[in-house]
């Protein structure tokens, strides 16, 4: 399988008063096509650090993160924002929904920001609430729908301009059991339909063993973890 990301001696360095905060050093990360990597830790390690920085939200200290070979440290900011439109989807612990908007709307905003007419956004967005099994709900607004369904929304927004790579951080960690169950398995279709590579930031342990790979964020670097030895 072909390598998507990589990053090299990837380091991270907070400035907090005097004292320096050293999230990540010298990490090494290789993802690959198709794959489905989940990275646990314990809170503040700076997986979402790790996620800001594989998805151009951030800068590292040091180190290089290459998409497809290609390094970030060379891109201008309307290359890295591009990009970012083009190759990544995000979902977050929070949805992030415009609540004065309908479903149908927040998942055609990534489409309508990289210039797609908006009745081919429109047409498209539909057909990934339908994906998600939403398709009666996309004039609602999101303070209509309820945790679940708000959370199906902002997969189908992170998908609908069809990434190749998913960084999902916690999608599951607001939502009851049942609910993350559901939203869980279909991350897991949408990502093998997709071919995409995905990046699962979890505290939900049983969930990052169905990954391919876990790694642990620990001590500012990742270390592969055996999935029968996870829990």
Request: some cysteine; overall charge neutral; charged content about 25%.
């Amino acid at each position: 399988m072909t390598t998507l990301l990589r990053a090299e001696n990837l380091t991270k360095i907070f400035r907090s008063g005097t004292t320096d905060l050293v999230v990540l050093e010298q990490l090494e990360l290789d993802v690959k096509a198709g794959e489905m990597v989940a990275v646990v830790g314990e809170s503040g390690s700076g997986k979402s650090t790790l996620l800001h920085l594989l998805g151009l939200l951030d800068k590292p200290s040091s180190g290089e993160i290459y998409f497809e070979r290609r390094p970030y440290s060379g891109l201008s900011m309307a290359e890295r924002s591009q990009l970012r439109n083009l190759k990544f989807g995000f979902v977050w612990q929070m949805h992030y929904l415009l609540p004065e908007f309908t479903a149908r709307e927040n998942v055609m905003m990534p489409l309508l920001i990289r210039g797609t007419d908006p009745r081919e956004a429109g047409k498209r967005a539909d057909g990934w609430l339908e994906r998600v099994g939403l398709s009666p709900r996309v004039s609602h607004r999101a303070g209509e729908l309820s945790g679940g369904e708000q959370q199906r929304v902002a997969l189908a927004r992170a998908l609908v301009g069809d990434p190749k790579v998913l960084l999902a951080d916690e999608p599951t960690g607001n939502l009851d059991a049942a609910n993350a169950e559901q939203s869980m398995e279909l991350l897991e279709r949408l990502h093998r339909e997709n071919h995409m590579a995905t990046v699962l930031v979890t505290h939900n342990l049983a969930f990052a063993q169905r990954c391919d790979r876990v790694l642990r964020l620990a001590n500012s670097r990742l270390e592969a973890v055996p999935v029968s030895r996870v829990n």
